[in-house]
């Protein structure tokens, strides 16, 4: 992986969503047509997602693909 750090806070921010919709990873991977092993590894940083899986995802969440995508990467520092 070239970004683990993006991928890792990508994972974090999936699953913060997925918490804030009440679901299980078994039900976002019910209604993104997924895996439930699928969601697990990307929110552990085990898979970097390709495009068709975030479009997947977002779906499942009823969330713009943007939304899933807005997340501050590990490195980036807040401004104040």
């Given at each position: 992986?070239?970004?683990?750090?993006?991928?890792?806070a990508?994972?974090?921010?999936?699953?913060t969503?997925?918490?804030?919709?009440?679901l299980?990873?078994?039900?976002?991977?019910?209604?993104?047509?997924?895996?439930?092993?699928?969601?697990q590894?990307?929110?552990?940083a085990h898979?970097?997602?390709?495009?068709?899986?975030?479009a997947?995802i977002?779906?499942?969440?009823?969330?713009?693909?943007?939304?899933?995508l807005?997340?501050?990467?590990?490195?980036?520092v807040?401004s104040?």
């Amino acid at each position: 992986m070239k970004n683990p750090g993006t991928i890792h806070a990508f994972g974090e921010h999936l699953r913060t969503l997925r918490l804030e919709k009440g679901l299980s990873q078994q039900a976002l991977a019910d209604q993104a047509d997924l895996s439930r092993p699928t969601i697990q590894r990307i929110e552990t940083a085990h898979l970097c997602a390709s495009l068709d899986v975030l479009a997947s995802i977002a779906r499942g969440l009823q969330v713009p693909l943007r939304e899933l995508l807005n997340f501050p990467e590990a490195n980036q520092v807040e401004s104040v």
